[in-house]
T-cell receptor, first 114, second 112 residues
Framework: AQSVSQHNHHVILSEAASLELGCNYSYGGTVNLFWYVQYPGQHLQLLLKYFSGDPLVKGIKGFEAEFIKSKFSFNLRKPSVQWSDTAEYFCAVNARSNDYKLSFGAGTTVTVRA | EAGVAQSPRYKIIEKRQSVAFWCNPISGHATLYWYQQILGQGPKLLIQFQNNGVVDDSQLPKDRFSAERLKGVDSTLKIQPAKLEDSAVYLC??????????FGPGTRLTVL
């Protein structure tokens, strides 16, 4: 079975600070990896995804993530956060062998102070 | 392209009452998912449909939860009777031919 762990429950930053959110997964086969964001009062939106190829993936709003297969990790980064990045961030994994069912981490709440 | 629609957005009921949620996926998406998101946790899959058939309902508490997708388009998730621990956001998602799920806004259920 797939499982996902996110290292931080709540992160508080000042604007212009750099952000890195950790994500580790456990699964024996080939996986697809995702980061979703949920802004206050809004629905889940896809930030970025990794299926194959270049392990450094760039997403929307200046976010990027790096897949490190040997570490089973898919950490999310943003060099300089804005107040509008305040949201909850979820790492998720699925696999074709599991019919693409998503397994989510518990989420990290990011609060950016102006 | 219209997104995934869900209704109602909010529902407050008392324990032991019944409740139903509705989802209309993106047009043409064959796969539909229902997730439960309890406060402070990530979404957890309840059930997956492929067209009008159930693919996986192993995580659905079948003694009180039921779901259907009779015509292979919209879907209904029902809880009867509700318990306090069912308070959560219920998310519907759909997927077309590619590996990306699109989520609806969710229904926030509060059981008193």
């Amino acid at each position: 079975a797939q499982s996902v762990s996110q290292h931080n429950h709540h992160v508080i930053l000042s604007e212009a600070a750099s952000l890195e959110l950790g994500c580790n997964y456990s699964y024996g086969g080939t996986v697809n990896l995702f980061w979703y964001v949920q802004y206050p009062g809004q629905h889940l939106q896809l930030l970025l995804k990794y299926f194959s190829g270049d392990p450094l993936v760039k997403g929307i709003k200046g976010f990027e993530a790096e897949f490190i297969k040997s570490k089973f990790s898919f950490n999310l980064r943003k060099p300089s956060v804005q107040w509008s990045d305040t949201a909850e961030y979820f790492c998720a994994v699925n696999a074709r062998s599991n019919d693409y069912k998503l397994s989510f981490g518990a989420g990290t709440t990011v609060t950016v102070r102006a | 392209e219209a997104g995934v629609a869900q209704s109602p957005r909010y529902k407050i009921i008392e324990k032991r009452q019944s409740v139903a949620f509705w989802c209309n996926p993106i047009s043409g998406h064959a796969t539909l998912y229902w997730y439960q998101q309890i406060l402070g946790q990530g979404p957890k899959l309840l059930i997956q449909f492929q067209n009008n058939g159930v693919v996986d309902d192993s995580q659905l508490p079948k003694d009180r939860f039921s779901a259907e997708r009779l015509k292979g388009v919209d879907s209904t998730l029902k809880i009867q009777p509700a318990k306090l621990e069912d308070s959560a956001v219920y998310l519907c998602a759909s997927r077309g031919g590619y590996n990306e799920q699109f989520f609806g806004p969710g229904t926030r259920l509060t059981v008193l």
